[in-house]
């Protein structure tokens, strides 16, 4: 069972900044988020991941609550081709990764 | 995906029929990773090989699935026989050696069984 818990769907101007939460009040210490996204008809793709500091990279911005009972992905600038279902997972240092339901993410003109 | 191929990309089959999936990593992963997706049970991981060695299959609905891994360049999931509610689009995914964090995922093959 995945051990998250996201908003079915969001819906975000193009151009503005898309904040994507994700709720993990179960995380253990040693478990990292990871955020994943899938565009129509293609594999998923690698956004970011995090322990407990903030993280950023060309993609993205992934902010983690002190507690790390919480994040949020942030897409600073969303273009239409940001469209996708964002996956938030929890994992161990492990390979292993449960994929959720994710958030469907809209981005409009 | 640049670094995974799968074939077919689309398989259309009638029930009973053996059907082959086949993934092609580039060299220098780690793992590889079979996923199963579908509108009702969304991405579901079906097993995983290290080094080639299969390491968790519990995701492998019956014992009609198998998957092997002869080889660190190839890697075949069969379903014998097959029945219409395997219609899916399977992922092959890798991680590389050195990065266990990140999951480089294929195109996909999209198995519709009649």
């Known amino acids: 069972d995945a051990k998250t818990t996201q908003p079915p769907s969001m819906d975000c101007a193009e151009g503005r900044a898309a904040n994507l939460p994700c709720n993990h009040s179960?995380?253990?210490?040693?478990?990292?988020v990871y955020w994943y996204r899938q565009i129509h008809s293609q594999g998923p793709q690698y956004i970011i991941h995090?322990?407990?500091n903030n993280e950023t990279n060309e993609m993205a911005s992934l902010i983690i609550t002190e507690d790390r009972k919480s994040s949020t992905l942030i897409l600073p600038h969303a273009t239409l081709r940001d469209t996708a279902v964002y996956y938030c997972?929890?994992?161990?240092?492990?390979?292993?990764?449960?994929f959720g339901t994710g958030t469907r993410l809209q981005v409009f003109p | 995906d640049a670094g995974v191929i799968q074939s077919p990309r689309h398989e259309v089959t009638e029930m009973g029929q053996e059907v082959t999936l086949r993934c092609k990593p580039i060299?220098?992963?780690?793992?590889l990773f079979w996923y199963r997706q579908t509108m009702m049970r969304g991405l579901e991981l079906l097993i995983y090989?290290?080094?080639?060695?299969?390491?968790?299959d519990s995701g492998m609905p019956e014992d009609r699935f198998s998957a092997k891994m002869p080889n660190a360049s190839f890697s075949t999931l069969k379903i014998q026989p097959s029945e219409p509610r395997d219609s899916a689009v399977y992922f092959c995914?890798?991680?590389?050696?050195?990065?266990?964090?990140?999951?480089?995922f294929g195109p996909g093959t999209r198995l519709t069984v009649l």
């Open positions: 060299s220098g992963h780690n793992s």
């Open positions: 995090g322990l407990k």
């Open positions: 997972i929890v994992a161990g240092n492990t390979d292993k990764l449960i």
């Open positions: 995914a890798i991680t590389l050696a050195g990065d266990r964090s990140t999951q480089y």
């Open positions: 090989f290290n080094n080639n060695v299969p390491i968790d």
């Open positions: 179960t995380i253990s210490g040693n478990e990292y």
